[in-house]
């Protein structure tokens, strides 16, 4: 695992324990899994995530320096520990490390929230090799060893356990990156048979065109156009699902694959 960790710790709200999730792919303050930290952070949960600057770094959007230390600062203000982490998640090493150091850090991971992805458009003809190994290191792989760690790992009560992973049905000319979503899928939905013995909930939801930055004039036109509410949709709203699925009351969905889109055809 690469990059640091860092860790602040204050008083749980009437010194209650919170339980304990962990959500990769925070590293921009504007898009989903930031949500999802803050969404759960205030909902009563200590919060462990992790980000990694060097995808960041050659998408369009660019980097977002001091998102991991805003969301830390945000998430400590709603009286939950945070721990944040860089992580390569294209290593196959790094899942295992990353629990390590969380559990090390905060304890026992009750819930899994997968928002890290790797997403660079192309198509049939233009994708090359490295790039489709690389989505499938990404978005698939990881997606199977961190969902193995949790299930060799879990320690919560029955029933108190929770596996979200945020998935897309876009395809054509974002070859790799929607065939490694599709992969993902059937592996999370396979864990809530595999790991029903330790009563874990599983559940995938694609949110659909999210604004997180990269739509242009032209995109949210066409989204705002298709959408019947007549809007485009924020981070938040995948993150209140999100927060919905790792309740209590959110408990008796399970194996699902979920669209919070808004209705967008």
Known sequence: MTGETHTQSPQNREGAERP???VT???????????????????GWDVAFTYWTPYDARMQWGMDPGAPAQLRQQVASLGARTLAVEADLGDPAVPAQLFDSVERELGNVTALVLCHAESVDSGLL?????????????????????????????????????IVSL?????????????SKGA????????????AHLGVTCNAINPGPTDTGWMTEEHMADMIRFTPLGRI???QDCAHLVTFLCSTEGGWI????????????
């Open 25 to 43: 792919g925070a590293g921009r303050s504007a898009g989903i899994a930031a949500s999802v930290v803050v969404g759960l952070a205030r909902a």
């Open 126 to 162: 233009d994708t090359t090799v490295e790039s489709f190994d690389l989505h499938f290191a990404v978005n698939t792989r990881a997606t199977w060893l961190l969902i193995r760690e949790y299930g060799l790992r879990f320690r919560g009560e029955h029933g108190s356990g929770r």
């Open 233 to 235: 949709g924020v981070p």
């Open 20 to 22: 304990l999730a962990l």
């Open 184 to 195: 993902m899928d059937r592996i999370t939905l396979a864990a809530a048979r595999e790991l």
């Open 254 to 265: 399970n194996a699902q694959l979920l669209h919070s889109n808004g209705g967008i055809a």
């Open 167 to 179: 998935t897309s049905d876009h395809t054509a000319g974002n070859l790799p990156y929607g065939a």
